[in-house]
């Protein structure tokens, strides 16, 4: 059970005190109880209640020293624990005083080491140094030496110059640099145009199997990249009738073309009667007479309707043509007059299928681009489509009329 505490205890008693004095004040004064005994029996609450506030006094002092007697106890244990961490941090502090030192020894051995070596490598240094000095004293001399020389040396160079002309041999050098220059470019050039033209010639031949020898192409002959545009056009649209201006090699390619692809037939018109003679030699060579034939035409003048002359094909050789569907226009040769060929439009054209195409060789020549322009001008029912070749070509339609 639990002790009520002191100051409870001590009010508790002083009440009880105070109650029975008050109750035996009434009580004596009515005669119930006689005052002596009423005197000592207050006299004695009285006492119980000085002793109870007395013990409860005790108790109070009593739970403080209880109290205070604890939190020493407390305090102790918490000096014990301080002393004891302390003792543990002296300890460690004597283990880490110990390594320190050890360290220390260490470092101080390591720098000692280490001042050694610095001084045989200062040694060493000072040696090496002592080489350098001389090397230096030598290059020195050397340089000296070279001056000389130099001073030597230009002035040589500048008696060569005057005597037998560097200027002038470095200006050939430099000519000649740009010259190697435009070979390299022209040789590069060359190499991917053979290569092109080589590619086209194997399509042809792939393609018509000649069954002879055929004169060389290029040169004076039609490019075979041409050619292949002509076959390529006479293999699509199958024309019946193929007029060639200038015969040649061309001839009996478009020859063999127009006997693999729909039977068309190849009327070429020659000026020169020899010439002539050879293509009508190749065709036979061929086998080719019954689809190609070279109309002899020497050049005549033919007047336009402006009152303007040209050397051209005697226009006889084309009255009965039948209606063509491609002309290739690779004469008469441009030494036989200016715009030599510009009649071919004026005078071809009447004969010519809705369809047909007008192929212009080398029109990368500044003469026949003029003629191009003037047909284009005075037949606006024509188109032209440039084809790249090695020789250039126009490609001329009718695209009304
Ligand atoms: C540009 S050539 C074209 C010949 C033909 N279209 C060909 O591709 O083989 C034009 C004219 O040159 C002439 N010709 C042909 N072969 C020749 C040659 N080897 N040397 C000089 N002239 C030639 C002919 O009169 C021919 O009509």
């Not at 490598?121 to 130099?150: C, H, I, K, P």
């Not at 060389?216 to 490019?223: I, T, V, Y």
Request: aromatic share 4%; charged share 25%.
């Amino acid at each position: 059970m639990r002790t009520p505490p002191p100051r409870l205890l001590l009010a508790a008693s002083a009440a009880a005190a105070g109650l029975a004095v008050l109750a035996l004040v009434p009580l004596s004064a009515s005669g119930l109880v006689d005052p002596l005994q009423a005197t000592q029996l207050a006299l004695s609450a009285v006492t119980l209640a000085i002793a109870a506030a007395l013990i409860a006094n005790v108790r109070r002092t009593d739970g403080k020293a209880l109290r205070i007697d604890a939190r020493t106890k407390r305090q102790e244990a918490a000096l014990a624990q301080t002393g004891s961490d302390l003792r543990r941090i002296a300890t460690t502090l004597d283990d880490l005083a110990g390594r320190l030192d050890d360290a220390g020894r260490d470092r101080v051995r390591h720098v000692l080491a280490a001042l050694g070596e610095d001084r045989m490598e200062l040694t060493a240094q000072s040696g090496r140094l002592a080489g350098l000095d001389e090397a230096v004293t030598r290059l020195n001399d050397a340089t000296r030496e070279t001056t000389t020389g130099l001073a030597d040396l230009r002035r040589a160079h500048d008696r060569l110059a005057t005597a037998t002309g560097v200027q002038d041999l470095a200006d050939r050098l430099t000519d000649l640099a740009g010259t190697v220059r435009d070979t390299r470019s022209a040789v590069t050039g060359t190499a991917r145009q053979t290569y092109t033209q080589l590619e086209a010639l194997v399509d042809l031949r792939a393609l018509l199997q000649p069954r002879a020898p055929l004169p060389p192409l290029r040169g004076w002959a039609a490019s075979p990249d041409v050619l292949r545009l002509l076959v390529g056009r006479i293999a699509t649209a199958r024309p019946k009738t193929i007029l060639e201006c200038g015969s040649g090699a061309s001839t009996i390619w478009l020859a063999y073309a127009a006997q693999r692809f729909g039977g068309g037939h190849v009327i070429a018109l020659e000026h020169d009667e020899r010439f002539a003679q050879s293509t009508r030699d190749l065709i036979l060579a061929h086998n080719l007479q019954d689809v190609a034939e070279v109309r002899h035409a020497p050049l005549t003048t033919w007047t336009d309707r402006g009152g303007e002359t040209f050397p051209w094909y005697d226009v006889r050789a084309v009255q009965d043509l039948p209606e063509v569907g491609l002309v290739f226009v690779d004469g008469p040769p441009g030494a036989t007059g200016p715009e030599a060929r510009y009649p071919a439009v004026p005078l071809l054209l009447p004969h010519c299928a809705s369809d047909a195409w007008i192929v212009l060789d080398d029109a990368d020549r500044p003469a026949e681009r003029e003629i191009a322009e003037r047909w284009l001008a005075e037949y606006p029912e024509l188109a032209a489509t440039s084809h790249k070749a090695e020789k250039g070509a126009i490609i001329l339609r009718r695209t009304h009329g």
